[in-house]
């Protein structure tokens, strides 16, 4: 056990999440006398991925999630979808006695060759071993995406004692290898932007939110900033409100985007505006799209530097004043309907940007958070965290969120439902007040209302709560309060600064978006 954990240490694990099994005894034993990283302990594989999966985004370093069996890693497979999509080293441990089990059938025993497909490789280990007959965990995880190591453990030939307390973790893996030319993106800026130009901002970690800034202040063209960005605030000035509706009615000539894939509906119109011109700067490397464009992969701070200068566009189609008389008209109506959704997730949000850090989990709040959510405060801490579905966001929240001494999150009804054991892990937190909105959303039929007259639809589409929020907060231990009006949240003026707060919000179902 030693050359393993001294390997994961010397690749840059601090964190490793624990999941109860009988073959992991040796292992946990052994981590329980090193000192230098730190161990969590949760029960539902499913979470502990996604939770794993939340420390890996908060802290910019690998972490191991070990599997409980080899069938129960199987449960881990969304999480690493995830990771694999978001380029973040999550690594998955499963382990088996010397001789394997696999194709026997024998209880919780499962093949573990390549049980992510293409979304994790699988590494074999066998165990015990010296550090040099590992692996370079070094290598392997520098490229960002998620690993398997399957080990095979003889624990009778395991060494009766290792000097754990030797072990000392490395800094994080360097960043990913830059990859493509950025000859045709710096061709486009000087000698084409001005035909029309729109930067496109996807979701950002906080080390890439500075040279996405410098570019978009550089440019001066419109903006469509997802609030994952981190940059939706600072961007006031230039950003297109509505500008999904816009930008679809009359799309731009080029289309400059940093950051991970955006889930706006202007992203995926581009699919069918082949006119458009696209251009990606990404840390992933994903294009987003099925047709033609130019994706450049690698550390956003290298690729400004080596753009060189930038010249001055502006708003070249004069976009952003259709975009302030649309604010204008979003503002009136927001006044007009308090009680609407809309306005909830607005009111909501001005309490939210106070916190350390903020996550947002579903299609319908992701959508609406981008549309209505305060535009003052800059919130540099937001995950969107459904991108890949609706999977353990709770979670990876609390993974986000497990030092934080204010964190919220909102999601819809249904994905919290998804993902009910994941308050288990707030006792192992460090303390600070975290609260949880849930926007009622009558089981997605607020947000289906083209099946109504059709009983068979809305019995396959809409998914009733079977339980209600208050009986889920009890069963939390957590503080209930069901919303209807901004005068509502008022009560969270008078929180404690330590405990878990379970928000209803109950917008007005006769109001239509």
């Given amino acids: 056990m030693f050359s393993l954990i001294s390997c994961s240490a010397m690749a840059g694990v601090a964190e490793w999440v624990c999941c109860p099994g009988e073959l992991n005894a040796p ?73 394997g089990c696999g194709g026997t059938g024998a209880p919780q025993c499962v093949e573990q060759e390549a049980l992510f497909g293409m979304y994790a490789p699988t590494v074999e280990l066998n165990l015990p071993c010296p550090v040099s007959d590992l692996p370079n965990l070094v290598e392997e995880l520098g490229e960002g995406f998620p690993l398997h190591l399957h080990v095979r453990l003889d624990a009778a030939a395991e060494p009766p004692y290792s000097d754990f307390s030797a072990i000392e973790v490395n800094g994080p893996p360097p960043a990913p290898r830059f990859r493509g030319s950025l000859a045709e993106v ?28 410098w570019l978009a202040r550089t440019l001066r063209v419109p903006v469509l900033a997802e609030a994952s960005s981190g940059l939706r605030e600072e961007l006031a000035g230039c950003l297109l409100h509505g500008g999904d509706e816009m930008l679809i009615q009359n799309p731009p000539r080029h289309v400059l985007r940093v950051g991970d894939v955006p889930t706006g509906a202007f992203w995926k119109a581009l699919e069918n505006l082949p006119q458009t011109s696209v251009c990606s700067l990404t840390r992933t490397g994903f294009s987003g799209l099925s047709r033609k464009s130019n994706v450049v992969e690698g550390e956003l701070e290298q690729m400004m530097k080596a753009l060189g200068d930038v010249p001055h566009v502006g708003d070249t189609e004069r976009l952003l004043p259709q975009s302030r008389r649309m604010s204008n008209k979003m503002e009136e109506l927001l006044l007009g309907y308090p009680e609407s959704a809309e306005a909830m997730v607005r009111a909501f949000s001005h309490r ?44 990876a929240f609390l993974g986000n969120a497990a030092d934080a001494s204010m964190a919220c999150c909102l999601v819809g009804d249904l994905t919290l439902l998804r993902d009910i054991n994941a308050a288990a892990i707030i006792p192992q937190l460090t303390p600070g007040l975290r609260i949880i909105a849930v926007l009622n959303n009558e089981g997605a039929a607020a947000s289906l209302r083209d099946t109504a007259g059709d009983p068979e639809m809305e019995r396959l589409l809409v998914q009733p709560q079977p339980f209600r929020m208050e009986e889920i907060a009890r069963l939390w231990g957590a503080e209930y309060y069901a919303i209807h009006s901004d005068a509502d949240l008022e009560v969270l003026d008078s929180l404690t600064s330590n405990g878990l707060v379970l928000l209803e919000l109950i917008p007005d179902g006769s109001i239509t978006h």
């Fill in 186 to 213: 710096a061709q486009m800026l000087r000698f084409r932007s001005m035909e029309g130009l729109v930067l496109v901002i996807g979701s950002l970690d906080p080390d890439e939110q500075e040279p996405a800034l």
């Fill in 352 to 395: 939210a940007c106070l916190a350390d850090v903020i996550c947002v989990g579903s299609a319908t709040t992701m959508r609406l958070w981008n549309r209505f959510a305060q535009s003052q405060v800059n919130t540099p801490y937001l995950r969107d965290l459904h991108s890949t579905g609706a999977d353990g966001v709770l979670s």
């Fill in 27 to 99: 292992l946990y034993r052994a981590l329980a006398d090193c000192p230098a990283v730190h161990r969590w302990s949760v029960a539902d594989d499913r979470s502990a991925a996604f939770f794993a999966l939340g420390r890996v985004q908060a802290t910019g370093r690998p972490v191991v999630v070990v599997a409980g069996s080899g069938s129960s890693a199987a449960a881990m497979t969304p999480a690493v979808i995830h990771a694999y999509y978001h380029r973040r080293p999550l690594v998955v441990l499963t382990m088996d006695s010397a001789g």
